[in-house]
């Protein structure tokens, strides 16, 4: 940034003569020196509402903006020749309304725009957001160099904590939120947040006693605030564990998730009617089932299933396993089956299809008819 | 319907599935009874409520069954051998019963139970 030399200049004589003439009192260096300056290292503030265009702010390096409500700059003043190469700015929101720095805003004079670094307003949160700019003097633009709302870039971060609990639609999410705490001492279900801005990140966390469950693009809420989840089903957090990482996609005008985690297991609970074996009886009593649960990752679904002491009557081939979702395909693996011959468990094959697990014997054979002394271990991994 | 119990044991090895199965039903006087292991412990399963008396004898099995050994596993896999492998060995029988009979001295068949016998033996002595 080039020094300001407009007060030193004011100190030649009139013929060019270096200070020569000049009688220096404390009122003139005051004058010509320290106050320009003074203005120009100043804070200024401003209550301006709405729509601001190539706003003025004195030229000073701290934009205090103290709006009651919503103020959004599509252009800030370029500072003046001396300083414009590099002038420095900082916004802060002091007020009860957000801050939105609109990029390359053309209702503001092209020298006054500011490119915000995303193509996309950045939205600075009510009473603690913040942004520094820089004036770039090639380009004339303001440029935004950091700012309270981008998260993995030395942004800061927004936290909003929500006590709700039942089903909300439309969550009145905080301007620039980067981490809902969902503090909910019962289930919450989300099926929207207030549409935020393009490329907006926000975790969603599960603090409370409470399940909290995001619906896949849920008709509750309005179309710009729902939820993409990616696995045309809702995501579920098990209470107090668990986040949700989402983006928001103002092109699709949709939150997406991009990712979540942990991967929870679901327990399938005991029925006997999960379990059937063709000609034959399969018969699996509810304390038989020790392991029955099931995990998603992304388009994968993990079973596990472990069946202890189970009894077999006519003829059962294959055994068949319902499950509560259905496969995408087919898919077939080995898993282990211990078929009242011996006290082996052998390999068996099982294969998915639809919302069953079919489980066949190596050789093909029927299962061994037996009273509790069939027992199925099974691994089994499959695209849903 | 089904009747569970729980037990546990301080034994340090594995009792033999078979035998443990076999002492279990002889104990509760249930042929059906079984026993398993959930990792933790061990599960009972019979079908009518335990007793006292089922209680305490299925602990004593479950405590001083013998331990599995590998000579037991091996004739276990026999026992649970696949078709297509007993298929092999049967083969190769009927063709040594082929040449048995064809001796001057002809010998007799071996028989199906016989062989799947001797090859269990030969797995307990390995």
Known sequence: ????????????????????????????????????????????????????????????????????????????????????????????????????????????????????????????????????????????????????????????AVVQTTTSTGTVNNFALTAGATLLRCNNATALTLTGLAAGTDGQRLDLRSVGAGAVTLTDQDAGSTAANRAITGLSEAIVLAAGVGVIRLVYDATTAR?????????????????????????????????????????????????????????????????VITIPFAASGVTSGLGVLYDNSGSLIVPCVWLVSGTTIAIYKLDGSAWAAATNNTYVKLDVEFPW | MSSYATFTTTRTTTPDPVALRAAVQAATGDPTAAIFTTGAGWTGKKAQPWSAGDLSATQTALDTTAATTAALTNQQIVDAMPMVLKAVALTLVDQLNVIRAALPVPLGAITVPQAIAAIRAKAGTL
């Open chain 1, 255 to 319: 939150w997406v998730v991009l990712a979540y985690a942990p991967i929870f297991w679901v327990d399938v609970p005991y029925a006997g009617g999960n379990f059937t074996g063709g000609a034959g009886t399969w018969t699996v009593d509810s304390g038989d089932q020790a392991t029955f649960k099931y995990a998603k990752i992304g388009r994968v679904a993990v079973v596990i299933i472990t069946l202890n002491a189970t009894s077999v009557a006519g003829t059962v081939n294959p055994g």
């Open chain 1, 1 to 156: 940034m080039a020094i300001d030399r407009t007060t030193w200049t004011a100190l030649l004589d009139d013929d060019g003569s270096n200070l020569v003439g000049t009688l220096w009192t404390k009122d003139l260096v005051k004058t010509l020196l320290l106050d320009p300056i003074d203005a120009r290292w100043a804070e200024n503030t401003t209550t301006a509402t709405g729509n601001q265009d190539n706003l003025a702010y004195a030229e000073a390096d701290v934009l205090r903006c103290n709006n009651a409500t919503a103020l959004t700059l599509r252009g800030i003043l370029a500072p003046a020749a001396p300083l414009k190469p590099g002038k420095p700015l900082l916004i802060v929101a002091i007020g009860a309304g957000t801050v939105t720095l609109n990029d390359q805003d053309a209702n503001s004079t092209a020298a006054n725009r500011l490119i915000t670094g995303t193509a996309a307003p950045i939205a600075l949160a009510a009473g603690t957001g913040w942004a520094m700019l820089r004036y770039d003097g090639a380009t004339a633009r303001w440029r935004v160099l950091a700012n309270s709302a981008a998260t993995g870039t030395g942004g800061g």
